[in-house]
Each structure stands twice: as C-alpha cells, then as structure tokens.
C-alpha cells in the first residue's frame, strides 16, 4: 500500500508549544514537510532542540503573531512560495487557557484564544 503522507505539507499553528513539539516530530516521521510560525526565535530554538537533526526539516516563519489577519496571509503566501502550492493538512494548535470554566469564559476571551 502506497505511503499517502510522503510529500504532504503541514501548516502546523502552535508547533513550537508542548503539544505541538510532539505533533511536529510525528509528521517528519511520516514523511511530512511541517511549516511552524512562531512569535520569536527562542520558540525556533526551543523546537530545534527538542527535534534534533529533525528540525532542519522545519520551515520555521518568524514573528508570526496568528492574532493578526495579516500575518496568517503571510505566512500561507510564504508556504505557497516555498512549496509551489497550498498546504495539504492544517494542525491549529494554537491558543491558550483562558483560566476559567468554559461556563464563566466571556466571548471576548474565546474570540482572543
């Protein structure tokens, strides 16, 4: 049976969080190319790490704040760019923890997570 991850694309929002380290490595061991915006390079260096001689397979896009409209057409611009098409697969990893029950959250806070 034909390998149907090798050669995908990932566009992966919060890959350099805890989770999304471990999401990250699974997708390079499946033959994925994973494209990972981070906020500032110690998110770039903290998963290099973590990957090892793996995260030289990570297309890292610095200073990609996914709160701005702007910034999320920047990075899929830059991908389609690199890549020469779209990406196959969206992982949004991204987020927080609004601290509170779901019940007591405040749509402004989900509208911001």
């Known amino acids: 049976m034909p390998d149907v ?5 990932a566009l992966v929002t ?4 805890q989770l999304g380290r471990h999401v990250v490595d699974r997708l390079l061991r499946d033959g994925i190319r994973a494209h990972v ?3 500032d390079e110690r998110e770039t260096e903290d998963l290099r790490a973590h990957l090892g001689a793996e995260g030289s ?3 890292f896009h610095p200073q990609s704040d996914l ?5 999320v057409k920047a990075v899929y611009r ?4 690199r890549e ?4 196959d697969i ?5 987020g927080g923890f609004a601290g509170a029950p779901v019940e007591d959250t405040d749509p402004g806070t989900w509208d911001h997570l």
Not at 14 to 17: D, H, L, S, V
Not at 84 to 87: E, H, I, L, V
């Open 84 to 87: 020469g098409r779209s990406p």
């Open 14 to 17: 919060g890959g350099a969080g």
């Open 67 to 71: 709160a701005d409209p702007a910034a």
């Open 78 to 81: 830059a991908i389609e760019e």
């Open 90 to 94: 969206l992982l949004n990893l991204a």
């Open 5 to 9: 991850s090798e050669g995908r694309i």
């Open 37 to 39: 915006p981070v906020l």
């Open 57 to 59: 397979a990570v297309t």
